[in-house]
């Protein structure tokens, strides 16, 4: 099992925020009176984790790391069985963990409760992806995830081969309708952005009809998003939009209908429901002595 994939995400401010959402759902238990009342410190269980239907697995690696906030002793051992961006089928054992049964028993629901969200994530993700098999439209994600839980969110898009949109507000700046109603115009504020920042990070403008598509065109951003069009209207704005732009499709998009807009030739549609509507991938974990 390798974690290239999670390292190279996990990195800087992204691993910053990851570790503290871990603190933070181990905090929010407190300590776990039923199984100190139960358990010494010195008792060995090991415990096992298993898909119970078929899934697109992501989050592994966060097993040991939630582990070791309580493994002062570093006695737990963790063999994890699939790489993340694995589908596996029900009744597939994911990983298994050795180590004080106080340990495993109070990390056990912070460790379920985020590796089956990511990879039910992962697993709706895979679904969209496969819909735009062959159209040349690449799928993206939004900023529509859970606070605090913005990049273990993305990275599961990743693992289910989508791409990433925005993983902040600084990676582009997104000229959305209260954007430019209250600056006036598609170009006062896209001259506006340009006249503030010497270094412009790339600009996106979200339009709602083809006068905004044009006067996106005329002020030469580097994106522009349809918004909750129809194929047909998307397929019309997309005409006025050169090569030297790139485009892409939001609002309102399903499994049902992301390959007719794909249809339109947008170079990217992106998707809210693959993060906050996905559901959980059911995974159980049970404890045995040793």
Do not use: W
Not at 211 to 224: F, K, L, N, P
Request: hydrophobic fraction near 40%; charge should be negative.
């Amino acid at each position: 099992m390798t974690t290239n994939k999670f390292d190279e995400f996990f990195q800087n401010e992204a691993r910053m925020f990851m570790l503290a959402t871990l603190r933070i759902a181990l905090s929010e238990d407190g300590p776990d009176l039923t199984s100190q009342g139960l358990f010494e410190p010195t008792d060995i269980a090991r415990a096992q984790i298993v898909a119970k239907e078929e899934t697109v697995v992501a989050g592994m690696p966060l097993i040991p790391l939630v582990l070791e906030f309580g493994d002062q002793d570093k006695k737990c051992e963790v063999h994890i069985n699939v790489d993340d961006g694995e589908k596996v089928s029900e009744g597939a054992l994911l990983a298994v963990m050795q180590g004080p049964a106080p340990v495993l028993l109070k990390a056990e629901r912070v460790i379920l409760n985020y590796i089956s969200h990511l990879s039910g994530i992962a697993t709706l993700t895979s679904q969209y992806v496969k819909a735009l098999e062959g159209t040349g439209t690449t799928l993206l994600d939004t900023r529509k995830t859970l606070p605090g839980l913005r990049y273990p969110e993305k990275y599961a898009v990743l693992m289910g081969g989508a791409k990433n949109h925005r993983l902040n507000l600084v990676e582009m700046l997104m000229l959305k309708d209260n954007h430019i109603d209250r600056a006036g115009s598609i170009s006062n504020a896209v001259d506006k952005l340009r006249n503030t920042y010497e270094d412009c990070p790339p600009i996106e403008v979200e339009c709602r009809n083809n006068d905004e598509v044009s006067q996106a065109v005329a002020a030469g951003v580097e994106r522009i998003m349809l918004d909750n069009m129809t194929p047909d209207q998307a397929a019309e704005a997309i005409k006025l939009v050169p090569d030297s732009i790139e485009t892409e499709i939001s609002g309102n998009v399903t499994l049902d209908n992301i390959a007719e807009l794909a249809k339109a030739g947008p170079d990217f549609i992106s998707v809210g429901r693959i993060t906050h509507s996905a559901k959980c991938s059911d995974m159980s974990m049970r404890i045995f002595p040793v």
